[in-house]
């Protein structure tokens, strides 16, 4: 004879499938599209809310001056580079219009960069003195061109000049107005064509902007600035205004995509709550043949909501387990940003609460009317 | 509960797991790939045109104006697709840094920024940007400057791509 426990389940057992499939996949799907806003916002804004740099502005500065700035500028923390706009290759597949940053000094202060170490989202820290031919890629570059750490990738340098670099990490970050961005050291440039022009146009430092603004218009910065045809008053922009234009740009850019996001959590917790309703609507006629049998009604319920709650645990988290694929595929994004995979859960476990919470009332209702 | 709502129900509930799948099939391929398919695959299409006001102007006289034109088409089917755009314009540094006189989209920067050309191999003026959009796009982005010392050059306007697509236009430029 079998225990009131597994009856209880074999009159459900149809359903139960039923609930767990559609659960898996509706917290697949729901979370699949419903975080292509959180995360193409988070690969908008990150870099720049990541970044340490307080004030940034054009410079002019010979190479090898980062010293002499820092010096300039009271011994704020400071990175200098040369901005190219370009395109990078890799086995047949290319990248455009890509922001690489060839970075100056022997030791670039690279939590100055749209690449502070947080945003990482593959490959080791990095070693500041590292002089090789490194290349730090965004995750669109990584996801364009299929390649990995310790990948080789060819990046235009001037006419004929397509020098291989090796990937030797990758940022969850993007530049506003480019496809995919990355950062080189500008001795690794040196190295491979002496002739190209590595002097800094762009200083980001801790320093706040009047302390720029009173080192670029004292020589021998001024002068350096208006024989490069600069005219006054140079500009300084803060990162809080990057910060904020970025992320008005993405909710723009992407605002029906944030509909539909909303949308999409909205039906994860709809289609729960209506699926749990469902199968207790469905077991309570049932249930009653086992209570007129003699079976405890406070035992038969008990079994159908732990039974229920542990479908709905299950196959929500793998649903949503299978629904990080598309970004780990780079089928909906380039990559899941590491700030966004607590979220990711976060909202998994919203999805199991409101399932858990609904079945525990429905059967307390239920075992309430029928110990009537 | 009826077995005509709970039928109702069910359909309701996979109505919108289609509606969902459906969603996700035609926006996320199109999200997480739109840089590299605007300029190349069929569906999608990006044309660029520069102008000039000069072909040739006087150093620290004449003010040579400049105006890039993007227009950006992005369907599948016949269905408008969401999509990012692209977009900048440089001139010449043999010009004094430019100004910005208007601009109907999104810009990285209000001003013009001293930028490594790889293509040209030299340091240029830019300006850039890039804006989401569905279906169609056109995006002007109107400069001007000063010539500051004697050479002839390019005036460029595009995706920033390689020159001599039919994303990017040049124009050579002379300052006497």
């Known amino acids: 004879m079998t225990t009131v426990p597994l009856q209880a389940i074999r009159l459900v057992r149809g359903e139960l499938v039923r609930l767990a499939v559609v659960l898996a996949t509706a917290a697949s799907l729901t979370l699949a599209l419903g975080m292509i806003f959180p995360v193409q916002f988070t690969l908008d804004t990150a870099g720049y809310r990541a970044s340490a740099a307080r004030t940034i502005a054009a410079i002019e500065a010979p190479v090898h001056s980062d010293d002499d700035v820092r010096e300039a500028l009271g011994g704020e923390r400071v990175v200098m580079g040369t901005p190219y706009v370009t395109a990078a290759y890799a086995e047949g597949r290319e990248i455009q219009p890509l922001s690489l940053w060839a970075l100056s000094g022997e030791t670039p202060d690279f939590e100055l960069t749209l690449m502070p170490d947080s945003t990482r989202a593959a490959g080791e820290a990095r070693d500041p003195s590292d002089a090789g031919t490194w290349i730090d890629i965004s995750a669109d570059v990584a996801h364009a061109l299929g390649v990995g750490i310790g990948d080789p990738i060819e990046v235009v340098l001037g006419p004929d000049q397509r020098p291989a670099f090796t990937v030797r990490g990758i940022y969850a970050v993007r530049e506003s107005g480019y496809a995919g961005v990355a950062h080189v050291s500008s001795a690794a440039i040196l190295s491979v064509d002496p002739d190209n022009d590595v002097s800094p146009t762009q200083l980001s430092t801790t320093a706040s902007a009047e302390e720029v603004e009173r080192m670029l218009t004292s020589d021998p910065w001024r002068k350096a600035m208006l024989e490069a045809n600069y005219l006054e008053p140079f500009e300084t922009e803060q990162?809080?205004?990057?910060?904020?234009?970025?992320?008005?740009?993405?909710?723009?850019?992407?605002?029906?995509?944030?509909?539909?996001?909303?949308?999409?959590?909205?039906?994860?917790?709809?289609?729960?709550?209506?699926?749990?309703?469902?199968?207790?609507?469905?077991?309570?006629?049932?249930?009653?043949?086992?209570?007129?049998?003699?079976?405890?009604?406070?035992?038969?319920?008990?079994?159908?909501?732990?039974?229920?709650?542990?479908?709905?645990?299950?196959?929500?988290?793998?649903?949503?387990?299978?629904?990080?694929?598309?970004?780990?595929?780079?089928?909906?994004?380039?990559?899941?940003?590491?700030?966004?995979?607590?979220?990711?859960?976060?909202?998994?476990?919203?999805?199991?609460?409101?399932?858990?919470?609904?079945?525990?009332?429905?059967?307390?209702?239920?075992?309430?009317?029928?110990?009537r | 509960m009826t077995r005509s709502r709970m039928r109702l129900g069910r359909l309701s509930t996979y109505g919108t797991l289609a509606a969902l799948a459906l969603a996700l099939g035609t926006i996320a391929p199109a999200q997480a790939a739109v840089s590299v398919d605007i300029a190349g695959d069929s569906s999608f299409s990006v044309t660029a045109t520069a102008k000039t006001s000069h072909s040739s102007v006087k150093k620290n006289s004449t003010r040579l104006k400049g105006t890039a034109t993007l227009k950006y088409e992005a369907y599948v089917l016949g269905f408008a697709m969401p999509v990012t755009g692209y977009y900048?314009?440089?001139?010449?540094?043999?010009?004094?840094?430019?100004?910005?006189?208007?601009?109907?989209?999104?810009?990285?920067?209000?001003?013009?920024?001293?930028?490594?050309?790889?293509?040209?191999?030299?340091?240029?003026?830019?300006?850039?940007?890039?804006?989401?959009?569905?279906?169609?796009?056109?995006?002007?982005?109107?400069?001007?400057?000063?010539?500051?010392?004697?050479?002839?050059?390019?005036?460029?306007?595009?995706?920033?791509?390689?020159?001599?697509?039919?994303?990017?236009?040049?124009?050579?430029?002379?300052?006497?």
């Open chain 1, 239 to 371: 990162n809080a205004d990057r910060i904020t234009r970025a992320e008005g740009q993405s909710v723009v850019n992407l605002s029906l995509i944030l509909a539909i996001s909303m949308i999409a959590f909205i039906a994860l917790i709809a289609i729960v709550i209506g699926e749990s309703v469902a199968i207790l609507r469905t077991f309570h006629p049932r249930a009653q043949i086992l209570i007129d049998l003699g079976a405890s009604a406070s035992s038969v319920y008990r079994t159908m909501v732990l039974t229920v709650c542990g479908t709905i645990l299950l196959a929500l988290s793998m649903g949503s387990g299978v629904g990080t694929l598309a970004y780990t595929t780079g089928f909906a994004g380039a990559t899941l940003p590491p700030s966004l995979v607590p979220a990711w859960w976060i909202i998994t476990g919203i999805g199991v609460a409101a399932g858990l919470a609904t079945t525990a009332i429905i059967s307390a209702r239920r075992l309430r009317l029928a110990t």
């Open chain 2, 88 to 176: 900048m314009n440089s001139f010449p540094t043999v010009f004094k840094q430019p100004r910005l006189d208007a601009a109907n989209a999104d810009l990285a920067s209000k001003s013009y920024r001293k930028i490594n050309n790889a293509w040209l191999g030299t340091k240029q003026w830019v300006i850039n940007g890039q804006q989401g959009f569905w279906g169609t796009k056109t995006v002007t982005l109107k400069g001007s400057a000063v010539g500051a010392s004697k050479g002839s050059r390019y005036f460029h306007a595009g995706t920033g791509t390689g020159h001599g697509t039919d994303a990017n236009a040049i124009l050579r430029v002379t300052v006497k």
